[in-house]
């Protein structure tokens, strides 16, 4: 039984693969961060090596094993969770890495059907690490399944894209993330509704959302620092870019939150709240579309878009922080400079 949630052209293609014995050498799966890649990786892996009668079954050893992340023949690069607080910054998968898996890959199955890799974060692969695995893909042995999972797979190179059949999985909609939290973890509607609109789709950071308060305490704090800055000094702005120092993810997770509030904004200026998202920071924000002017929400969405587009492309991090506070509107007391 498949656990991947709403994703059902792309499973009923793998199930046909399959079944007839038409599986790809190499998978590139594709999304936005926390909409299921990893999960469908393992359920994929699980049903390629799955000794039931309708893979995966998830109750054979091999599905067992793979779950576990203790069978023989699946290995796993980059296998780390997704954390805003990670303060690690070297996210490259170097050489050696894909050495090791070249080398695995030269042996046979030990225990199960095929041998199986999942790169996680491909788009973090190093240019040589890269080159390394173009070569395994242009000659794939026999009995290998590579596959590849990126949240921007123009990151990857365009000639190990080409040599993998590409899944890709979209956000679901609001409603459907609703109901998972409303039937299956027994959430309220009120914050099953604000949950599902935070995850933008991502049905895995809604769950995470209920089931560790910490990422719902993070946002809040990253808009709780975002009203304070409209009314800082630029002396204080800079402090607070200073402060993230070269962390990168927790950048990024900071400036989409912002993202998602600014857009909200907008679409209060509007008339249009009733689809705003941070719906717990409404009363907040329509105070400050008071304050600000259209022209001003419009130009700072356009500041956090070209941000996170910097970031992606690793621009100096602290710079682009300082860019993007400087064009931050300033309100209240020192709204004058």
């Known amino acids: 039984m498949w656990q991947t949630i709403g994703q059902h052209k792309t499973l009923e293609l793998l199930e046909r693969s399959i079944k007839n014995n038409e599986l790809s050498h190499a998978y590139l799966i594709t999304g936005p961060p926390h909409v299921g890649k990893m999960t469908l990786a393992l359920e994929l892996t699980q049903a390629i090596n799955c000794e039931g009668d309708q893979p995966p079954c998830k109750e054979c050893q091999p599905c067992h094993k793979i779950a576990n992340r203790k069978h023989a023949d699946v290995m796993i690069i980059d296998d780390t969770e997704s954390s805003p607080s990670d303060s690690k910054t070297n996210l490259e998968i170097g050489k050696d890495e894909i050495k090791a898996l070249q080398h695995s890959a030269s042996l046979p199955p030990y225990e199960g059907k095929y041998k199986v890799f999942i ?158 998202v941070n719906s717990d920071y409404l009363e907040a924000f329509e105070e400050l579309c008071q304050k600000l002017t259209s022209k001003e929400v419009e130009n700072f969405i356009d500041s956090l878009n070209q941000s996170l587009g910097y970031i992606t492309t690793n621009a100096n991090l602290r710079l682009v922080l300082e860019v993007t506070l400087l064009n931050m509107p300033k309100i209240g007391k020192n709204s004058g400079g």
């Open 119 to 276: 790169i996680n974060r491909a788009e973090n692969l190093s240019h040589e690490a890269a080159n390394r695995l173009l070569k395994t893909l242009e000659e794939p042995p026999p009995h290998v399944i590579i596959i590849l999972v990126t949240s921007n797979d123009l990151l990857v190179l365009p000639t190990i894209t080409s040599r993998c059949q590409r899944l890709e999985l979209r956000p679901l909609p609001l409603e459907q993330i609703t109901k998972l939290l409303t039937s299956s973890y027994k959430v309220d509607n009120q914050k099953a509704r604000l949950v599902a609109g935070l995850s933008q789709g991502c049905p895995g950071w809604a769950i995470n959302a209920v089931l560790d308060n910490v990422l719902l305490t993070q946002r809040a704090q990253f808009i709780e620092d975002m009203l304070a800055l409209l009314e800082t000094t630029w002396n204080e702005r800079f402090a607070y870019a200073a402060k993230l120092g070269d962390n990168k993810r927790l950048a990024e997770e900071i400036l989409k939150s912002w993202l998602s509030c600014w857009r909200d904004i907008m679409l209060i200026k509007y008339n249009c709240k009733e689809k705003v």
